[in-house]
């Protein structure tokens, strides 16, 4: 009789080579079964890198070891269900190897009987029995086959067979794995990380995944076909990175991951002289497997590597590793990277580029002007530098209010890089300024679909679906934010709103109730709920929210735009003007909206409507299509 199944324990039945979890069986290719019976048969024991290509590929084939070590450890995790921040099975030791920390049992089932192996019995004598050695040599001569034709093929660079490359319409790059043993040189495995995907994304034909999705994979055990399911492509690049004094070693593999069938893979080491040339090529090669087709001006931008010195370049790569976090101190890091890169080279674009954008993100009245001054010095540097008119644009528009400029920045940048989210976002926001609801709609789904797991991306799409009344699309946008964040206070708010347009005034309450709960920024959420109140006839109730708004705004900031909605509802129309004339003063954004956001209709016909919207320059508002 098989032993007894202990709950929990991984159990690897050697004669049936079979591993199961809690009594069930769990699929496991070749080489991450024999990579994660090595790793038990020594467990507690560090396994270095060097040993497990030792002992699990044959002397003298090339192999890329590192990338297929990574490959294996992550499908052992994904079938123990481990989690690699919190191992209770496989932990890595950064940059020797791995140690098995958790219980699992080596057996040997035959029909004569079960017999257990411990984890103190070498593999090579639980298998020496006369049974296993017919499978063995047959495994063998299989394995031996295998490699030679992958050796064939890999020999003759032939192409990817039309099956698999003609359905690759679309593609996530994942986070490279930082193999220098150094976690300081994490910024270079994310920098090149994003540097790829940015090389691929200017392939119109291409629809590549942006990196605030992919990066929510970089410490995950999911299975390639899970990830591809969850980000909607069918082809991953997953690989590794490592610099080592003036050697630069990429790893790269290009998976299709609908059945996880390795399509290409490539190891690269150069000089670090050379790694400007180095990311293009790496670029250039996933390009071709992939099979898209390249403009002239593609293929161009693809072959042609910054002007920088790699040094300015890992300036440049420190810097956006800087940007992401959005804090006050990492985006003054940035922006002194950005800084010390021109004083090394005045002509470096996107140096300026970066600062636009950096200063742009903090959004401070004093940051706007030198946002703007970097990317005029951007674009007259390079007129084709896609995250330049992407920052002008935004300035364009919501500081400046010019709706026309704003349109032809916005374009250029989604032309140069047709798989920005971030420029199609900034587009739909002015083509929803402009009342070009459906226009408007379509762009903030295209960045949806290449930001799939951006709550922001997400927001702003069910924002726009608001103001175009889509009330159906709007509880679509939410409920994709909400299954990420389930506190997220502007989906919340954007639903909450939705409710009231549909005259459903209590769910509209349990929305901003929730979103009350949730984070900071309440006063937002008080003039909603007011709004509400006000809008529902229970006027004691929104007559007690005013004072309380009152109140709050001689201690502390109350958003002008809210409060003039709020007021607007409640039909204290002063109010509401005093208000509208705050965010003028302030140059908000929100104004860019007058035109086309219903819940200001009950100020359309007081002259001082009017003259705002002259002042802002917008043209007359147009019909609206919700009501409230």
Known sequence: ???????GKPRIDLSRYELSLNGRRVKLEHQPM???????????????????????????VFVDADQSINAAVRKIRFALKDDPTQPKYLETVVGKGYRFVGDAELIDTTDTGATAIGSGVAFSEAISGSHWRPRLLLAGVVCLVAVALLLWSWSRRSPTPK??????????????ANLSGDPAQDYFADGMTDELITDLAQISSLRVVSRTSVMRYQHNSK????????????AVVEGSIARSGDQVRITAQLVDARDDHHIWAQSYQRNFSQLLTLQNEVSRDIAEQVRVELTAAEHSRLSTPRHLSPDDYLLYLKAHYYMHPGTEASMAKAIDCFNLILSHNPSAAIAYAGLAETYGMIGTPEMIPRARDAAQKALALDANLADAHEAMASILLQYDWNLAGAGEESRRAVALNPNSASAHSGYALQLLASGDFDEALDES???????????GRTTIAE???????????????????????????????????????QSDFAHALAEYAKADASEDGHGIILAAVGRSYALSGRLAEAQRIAKK?????THEYVWPFDAALFYTALGRKDLAFQWLEKCYQNRDGWLILLNVDPRLNGLHSD?????????????PPRQNRTRL
């Open 1 to 7: 009789m098989p032993a007894e199944v202990q709950a």
């Open 34 to 60: 024999e990579l994660l019976i090595l790793l038990v048969q020594k467990k507690g024991q560090l396994v270095t890198r060097e040993e497990i290509v030792r002992k699990l590929w044959v002397k003298g």
């Open 163 to 176: 099956r698999v490359s003609a359905a690759i319409q679309s593609i996530a790059v994942l986070p490279l």
């Open 223 to 234: 299975s390639l076909p899970d990830i591809a399911r969850e980000l909607n492509v069918n």
């Open 445 to 455: 789904r295209k960045a949806v679909a290449l930001d799939p797991l951006s709550v």
């Open 463 to 501: 924002m726009v679906a608001f103001f175009a009344g889509k009330h159906q699309d709007v509880t679509e946008f939410a409920d994709r934010v909400l299954a990420v964040e389930p506190a997220r206070q502007r989906a919340l708010y954007w639903l909450g709103y939705s409710y009231e347009q």
């Open 549 to 553: 708004l009152q109140q709050m705004s």
């Open 607 to 619: 002259p001082r409507f009017e003259d705002l919207v002259r002042r802002v320059g917008l043209p």
